[in-house]
Structures are given as C-alpha cells and as structure tokens.
C-alpha cells in the first residue's frame, strides 16, 4: 500500500511555513493516539471482567481493533489524496476520540468486538493520516524527524496509562474513557486548526538528500530488485517488533493482575514503565544512530528486548517484571524507525510504506494472536513469543547487513 505516502494538498499561496508549528500540530495528534490506546489498555482487564470473557473470547473481540484498521487502511490512502492529509487526521482523531467511550458499554464479548471495529476504523485512518502528514513535513524540511514523531506518541501513550493507573481503582471504565473522549475532542479542535489552515509547500528546505537513487538502481549499488527484497525484510523487522509494542499494550496489564495477582494500578503501571523507557529511548534516537549507526541500534535493540521480554513474563517477582517491561521498551523504540528509514533508503518513499503498512500489521496483529496463544500455552508463554520475534528482527538486521555490504561495490 501506498497510503503513507501521499501528499497533503497544498494551497497555491500564502505566507512561508511556520515549520515549527505544523510540527508540534502533527505531533499532539500523534501524541493524541498514543494517549487514547493506552487509556483503552489499561481499562482492558475491567472490561474483560465486565463482559465476562475468556481469554478466547477476548483475543477474538480484540481482532474487532484488527480489522477495523486494516480495512480502513485500505481506503484512507484514496481520501487523503482527495481530500488531503491534514482533514483526514483531524476527522479520524475526532472519530477516534469519540469511538473510546463505546467499550465501556458494552455487556458482551460480541458487543466488545463490534464496538472495537469503529474503535480500529478511527485507529487505522488517524495511523495513515498523521503519518502522510509527517513525511510530508519530512520532506519538506529534509531532516529526519520522523523518531520525535514517534516519540510523541509514546509520550502520548506514558501519559495515558500514567492518567490509567491515577483513574482506574477510583472511576469505573465508562468515567474514566469518557474523560478520554473530552481531552481528545478538545487536543482534536486545537491541533486541528494549525492543520487546516497551514499548507504544505511544494519545495524542501533543506540541503538536497544524497540517497536518491538513479532509475532502476537503488542507493549503494543494489539493483531495483535487490532493493525490493531487501525492503521487504526491513518490512519485515517493523512487523516482528511492532507485533511486541501492540502485543505488550494490550495484554502486559492484563500479565500482572492475572498472573501476579496486582491490583488495577500496579497492573497500569506496568505499561507505564514500558512507555516511559520506549519514550527516553526514541527521544534519544537520533544521537545514538549519529554515533553507533544503523545496524548496531537495531541488533543491539532487538536483542535487548529480547532478554527484556523474557524476564517480564516469565519473572515471579513484580519488580522483575517491571524490569523486563522497561528493557523491552528500550530495545524496541528505535527499531521500528531505523527499518523504516533503511527502506526508504532503498526505496524511497515507496519503501517507506512497504515497512510502515508491515509494521502496522504487526501492531494489529500482535494482541489478537497472544489471545488464541493464551488459551493453548496461558499467558506468560504467550507473552514470551515477542522476546522471540525481538531476537529475529535483530537477526534479520545482521543478516541484511551483511547482505547489503556485501553487494556493494568497492
């Protein structure tokens, strides 16, 4: 899909861009997102109680969020070129601020996943929306700046279990999820006015990329369909440690109060601690590639959140889990964008949406699968499955290092 790559509209004239603030506009929405799932995660176990679900059931209400999303996905890319990148975020960021309010009514494990398709539909179109519009401005600006958008979002998502693990043993879920859609409708109406009313110029303003590639070869010498594959691993990196960041959301709560008998606000905090350290993590992404480079950053992240992972569900002890909650999140962050921005090295902007869409996959895909796996093995083994995933995003890494320098000309 290309979706992710779509241009904004841009108007015919007007006054220089104010830079700074179409990208403190794009980030509150990214930072919105991560601020609205993770008030829904961390709700995740209440709800399962309330609609007296197994964890079948549940893994199959949260496929709802799945495909919702992916449906959307296929369809946003077409209205975003219509109508633009900036009214498709702000629309989709009302819908989702809206459609969190609906799982709290719902009485049944049927009604959850119904309720969760609306929910997935707004999830799905805001992911593509936003993150057309921050390529956009990436490539107006010729900086990469996509980990900060990134690490907004995982602000966004600390902030939303920080305010989880406040709310949950004092609100019941329809309270706390309603105060999400009023802080979400009011950051939607004033982001949204920078984006309506801000065009994105045509031109750059930064100095020329020297990664372009001529017709037909890709940068470093790889041919057109050596690039390709080589894209697709990279795509397929994102989707092996995207699959931990949804999985972990979703179901690393639901791991201490099951299995270690928390309560509701220890069981928040627990994603509190893996947002955090993902939020420290990228926010210092762009020195740590400045000075280790790419491939060190995604073996060494892999393979940290590997032993992260582990530790987390398999520890008996709640500050061993916690522990294994932040090492995960540190090795995670910064693996994401450097697959994405090794295949847009290869292949531009297209190579940017192969990674992203595998990626997102991962992300959807990752909590319904921990479900049907916790009814086979329980929850811990689950769990255990994205320490595994982790450790061959690294080794995919090395290999595609080693291949790429390989086949490349003296």
């Known amino acids: 899909m290309d979706q992710i790559t779509v241009s904004s509209r841009r108007g015919k004239a007007g006054p220089p861009l104010p830079v700074a603030r179409l990208r403190w506009a794009i980030s509150l929405f990214f930072a919105l997102d991560g601020f609205v799932f993770a008030g829904w995660v961390v709700r995740i176990p209440t709800i399962k109680e309330q609609v007296d679900a197994s964890a079948g059931a549940l893994g199959l209400a949260l496929l709802g969020v799945s495909v ?14 219509r109508y633009g990148n900036h009214p498709v975020t702000v629309v989709t960021a009302a819908l989702l601020s809206l459609s969190i309010a609906l ?18 539909a707004a999830y799905g179109g805001l992911n593509v929306a936003f993150n057309a519009a921050a390529v956009d401005l990436a490539e107006t600006i010729r900086r990469p700046i ?13 902030a939303g279990a ?11 879920p329809q309270r706390h999820l309603l105060i999400l859609t009023v802080i979400g409708l009011v950051v939607t109406v004033f982001a949204g006015r920078v984006l309506l009313r801000v065009p994105v110029p045509a031109g750059g303003s930064g100095p020329p990329r020297d990664d372009a590639a001529h017709p037909g070869q890709a940068p470093g010498g790889a041919t057109a369909g050596r690039a390709r594959l080589f894209i697709t691993v990279y795509g397929l990196i994102t989707l092996c440690t995207a699959y931990g960041e949804g999985a972990l959301a979703d179901w690393g709560s639901l791991h ?3 299995d270690l008998h928390t309560g509701a606000g220890a069981a928040a905090a627990g994603y509190a601690v893996f947002a955090l ?20 950053v995604l073996v060494v992240g892999g393979l940290l959140a590997a032993v992260g992972m582990l530790v987390g569900a398999l520890a008996p002890q709640l500050w061993l889990v916690f522990l294994g909650y932040a090492l995960t999140g540190l090795g995670l962050a910064n693996v994401f964008p450097v697959a994405v921005g090794s295949a847009g090295a290869l292949g531009g902007p297209q190579g940017v949406a192969v990674a992203s869409t595998l990626g997102y996959s991962g992300i959807l895909l990752g909590p319904p699968s921990i479900g049907f796996l916790t009814e086979a093995f329980g929850l811990p083994r689950a769990l255990t499955t994205i320490g595994g995933l982790a450790a061959l995003a690294a080794l995919l890494g090395y290999l595609v290092h080693r291949g790429r320098h390989r086949r490349s000309p003296a």
């Open 162 to 172: 920080g305010l989880g693990g406040i709310l949950a043993p004092h609100l019941s």
């Open 146 to 158: 996509l980990p900060s958008f990134h690490a907004a979002f995982s602000a966004g998502g600390l």
């Open 103 to 120: 799982p709290a009514l719902t009485h049944s494990a049927l009604q959850l996943g119904l309720v969760l398709l609306l929910f997935g």
């Open 256 to 258: 201490l109060s099951a």
């Open 68 to 81: 919702g999303s992916v449906t959307t996905m296929l369809v946003t890319g077409r209205l975003c070129r």
């Open 277 to 296: 350290t993902m939020t420290i993590s990228r926010m210092s992404g762009t020195w740590l590639l400045e000075r280790l480079g790419d491939t060190p």
